[in-house]
């Protein structure tokens, strides 16, 4: 039983060490790019895909169940329900979280993509001036952008105050020239 808890302890390790070295020396996965196989070769990630962080993870549980187990159960028991689980918590965790990431294309908003929306003054647009406008990309995340107002034949000349909807009629240098809404 010693020596099963001495292996526990390795998974366990293992699966915590490892991802702390990989962080601090900036990505043992550059040195290995992409290990995520294929390993029924059909070109698409399949039933047995292959993650090496969801494998680091199951080692962590495999380890913490086993040694649970260790103390309750009979050894081959504990074995066997630790592998179990870690192999469910492998592909819980391939499913729910890495697939959808891997499925996820995101890229970055340009200052383009803002043109016709309404967005919210956040600093004072002073007359001439620049200030800042906030909007949210498609992820939800707020942004930050230079704003600078281009006022109408008619209307009088005021600074937009903080809080005021506006909407992007143009970019200019990573600017968005916004208008008041009517």
Request: aromatic share 10%; charged share 15%; hydrophobic share 50%.
């Amino acid at each position: 039983m010693n020596i099963l808890n001495t292996i526990y302890l390795i998974f366990i390790l293992t699966g915590i060490v490892v991802p702390l070295f990989s962080l601090l020396l900036g990505g043992l996965d550059s040195l290995t790019p992409d290990l995520d196989l294929d390993l029924d070769g059909d070109g698409n990630l399949g039933v047995v895909p292959f993650n090496f962080n969801c494998l680091l993870f199951a080692l962590v549980v495999v380890g913490a169940v086993g040694r649970l187990c260790n103390h309750y159960i009979p050894p081959l028991f504990g074995v066997l329900i630790a592998a179990v689980i870690g192999a469910g918590a492998y592909f819980a965790i391939y499913k729910l979280l890495i697939a959808p990431l891997k499925r996820h294309n995101a890229k970055a908003m340009q200052a383009g993509d803002a043109l016709f929306r309404h967005v919210k003054v956040i600093t004072k647009i002073p007359v001439g001036g620049t200030g800042e406008v906030q909007l949210e990309d498609a992820s939800g995340s707020k942004i930050t952008y230079l704003a600078r107002y281009v006022y109408a034949d008619f209307e009088n000349r005021a600074p937009i105050e903080t809080g005021a909807e506006v909407k992007v009629l143009d970019t200019e240098d990573n600017t968005l020239i916004v208008g008041r809404i009517f």
